[in-house]
């Protein structure tokens, strides 16, 4: 179990590290990258040699980065181009607000999607897993952007419910009263896309081993249906699922970030969006790596759990997870 941590664990660094150099050649590469963006306009082509020179603009790239890399490594993200504020400032409160949203929204998804499809599982066409089709059609089918503007149409602007907006009531700053009733709205978004999702997935999971000859074993023992289901098929019913939930987490990423334009969150993805317009390469490069250690560690995560539900992806060569 070490080793294979252990393992798992290296091979992650090396992508993020390998993400990092696409990211910083993707940015330099990119038509008026930094380039432009630091050089004051109006200059000379002297002065803007030796404006570059001062700024290091003029190094070889993989100088540039090493540099970069360096800094990331001590925890300095750099500053903004044009008002030269640092990107940490910027970026990390961004990044809770969103870690808010995002972890709200999953957490409430599974804590219904799972129990449900599970249910569902054992039920088959009754009315609970009609319902879940139906969740699962609207949810699949319906943008994430429209159905934001439906609900503050309707909770917020019609019936006066719900705030329309932002994260906290002008003043409130910090209430949780105030912070819960901002959360409904948009986590009502992210659950139901995930919702359709997970129900699906759990219920199909649960089928395919409820099928399986040591399910059928196991109930011509005698075996009461709860024990058969909760501590013999659930648990191998969970690979597929964890498989599910840490491919899922860039799509999760995305869908916050239209949910966070549409109410106003002062999240990462609202953050993206902005500095993408003011062209502000540095925090760009920042949110990118971010959520590529969200990503990468939440595969990491769904590779141990592996290990934990079911030991046998620990079998192969020298210890290693099975192909």
Do not use: C
């Amino acid at each position: 179990m070490t080793e294979y941590m252990i393992r798992r664990t290296l091979q992650s660094v090396l992508v993020l590290f390998l993400i990092s150099i696409l990211t910083f050649i993707m940015i330099h590469a990119a038509p008026g990258g930094p380039t432009k963006i630091f050089l004051a306009p109006g200059l000379s082509p002297e002065a803007g040699l030796v404006q570059a020179h001062n700024l290091g603009l003029d190094r070889p790239i993989y100088v540039q980065y090493a540099i970069w890399l360096g800094n990331l490594l001590t925890g300095d993200l750099g500053y903004t181009f044009k008002n030269h504020i640092p990107v940490g400032d910027i970026l990390w409160p961004t990044v809770q607000n969103t870690m808010v949203l995002m972890g709200v929204a999953w957490l409430f998804s599974l804590l219904i999607a799972i129990p449900w499809g599970i249910y569902n599982s054992t039920a088959e066409y009754g009315l609970s897993d009609q319902t879940a089709n139906f969740v699962s059609y609207v949810g699949f089918a319906m943008p994430t952007f429209w159905f934001g503007i439906i609900l503050q149409e309707y909770f917020s602007l019609k019936l006066d419910l719900l705030p329309l907006s932002d994260m906290y009531t002008m003043g409130k700053e910090g209430n949780l009263g105030d912070l819960f009733m901002h959360l409904i709205l948009p986590v009502s978004v992210l659950t139901l896309g995930f919702l359709a999702a997970y129900t699906k997935y759990s219920r199909a999971s649960m089928l395919e081993v409820l099928n399986q000859d040591y399910i059928r074993t196991a109930r011509a023992k005698g075996l009461k249906e709860g024990r058969v289901i909760f501590r013999h098929a659930l648990r191998n019913a969970l690979i597929p699922i964890i498989t599910i939930l840490g491919l899922d987490l860039p799509i999760l990423v995305g869908g916050a970030a239209l949910t966070e334009r549409v109410f106003n969150w002062p999240g990462m993805g609202r953050l993206f969006v902005d500095m993408a317009v003011a062209r502000e390469y540095s925090v760009l490069m920042s949110i990118t790596l971010v959520v590529s250690v969200i990503v990468v560690v939440g595969n990491l995560i769904a590779d141990i759990l592996y290990a934990v539900v079911d030991p046998r992806v620990q079998l192969g060569s020298k210890g290693g997870a099975a192909s």
